[in-house]
């Protein structure tokens, strides 16, 4: 039973289009979170949800925007890619003040 | 968010104790110490966690100094597939909240 899941696994796009990753986690937790590991292997947290209320938003561009239609889900979607987009995007969750359980990541690549 | 400091990389030989140690000089009075670590193609995974002196759990120990400005990661008998990134992370709490895992050490375990 998979924990934490995150789909597609791989996304290959072009410049320009709208795209959705969703995860979903099977835990119990009532936080989510969407991180970005760049290629130089940092990982940032961009977002976090607790009980469906956005509690983090990074300094993100607005071209991305999380969606949490209920606990157990917290939905990435990004309009007009851009090539800079590029990167493995995670989703993890955890209870508030614990460790965080994290996704296969999505390998997003924007051509 | 306290600042963090790992060596790159580290080579082991199966067998052997691993240490890789972490600082973290401004470290605040209510934060804790965590280390995740991450295979390729995977998202992080906890390992540990601890405010002060050791924790041990059945993966690692966690020694921490009396003044918390580092902290030292120790995987005893290394194997192959201990082969990962490890992060140390310092924050309020072990999740992830506002937290930014940095580049991480890269351990290489050989035959």
């Known amino acids: 039973d998979t924990a934490v899941s995150q789909t597609p696994k791989y996304l290959v796009t072009q410049m320009g289009n709208d795209k959705s990753i969703k995860c979903e986690q099977n835990?119990?937790?009532?936080?989510m979170y969407w991180y970005k590991q760049d290629s130089k292997k940092f990982l940032k947290i961009m977002f976090s949800?607790?009980?469906?209320?956005?509690?983090i938003n990074e300094t993100v561009p607005n071209r991305f925007s999380p969606k949490s239609p209920d606990k157990a889900h917290l939905n990435l979607h990004i309009n007009s890619l851009e090539l800079g987009d590029s990167a493995v995007y995670f989703c993890?969750?955890?209870?508030?003040?614990?460790?965080?359980?994290f996704g296969q990541g999505t390998r997003l690549t924007v051509v | 968010l306290a600042k963090t400091t790992q060596p790159v990389s580290m080579d082991s030989y199966e067998g052997q104790e691993v240490n890789i140690t972490c600082s973290h000089n401004?470290?605040?009075?209510?934060?804790?110490i965590t280390w995740y670590q991450q295979f390729p193609s995977q998202g992080p995974r906890f390992i540990i966690q601890?405010?002060?002196t050791k924790v041990t759990n059945e993966v690692a120990s966690l020694f921490i100094p009396a003044d918390r400005k580092s902290s030292t990661l120790s995987l005893p008998r290394v194997s192959l597939s201990d082969t990962a990134v490890y992060y140390c992370?310092?924050?309020?709490?072990?999740?992830?909240?506002?937290?930014?895992f940095g580049a991480g050490t890269r351990l290489f375990v050989k035959a």
């Open positions: 992370l310092v924050g309020r709490n072990t999740g992830g909240f506002k937290t930014i």
């Open positions: 601890g405010y002060k």
């Open positions: 993890a969750s955890s209870h508030l003040d614990t460790e965080a359980f």
């Open positions: 835990l119990g937790h009532d936080t």
């Open positions: 401004n470290i605040a009075t209510n934060d804790y």
């Open positions: 949800y607790n009980n469906k209320e956005l509690i």
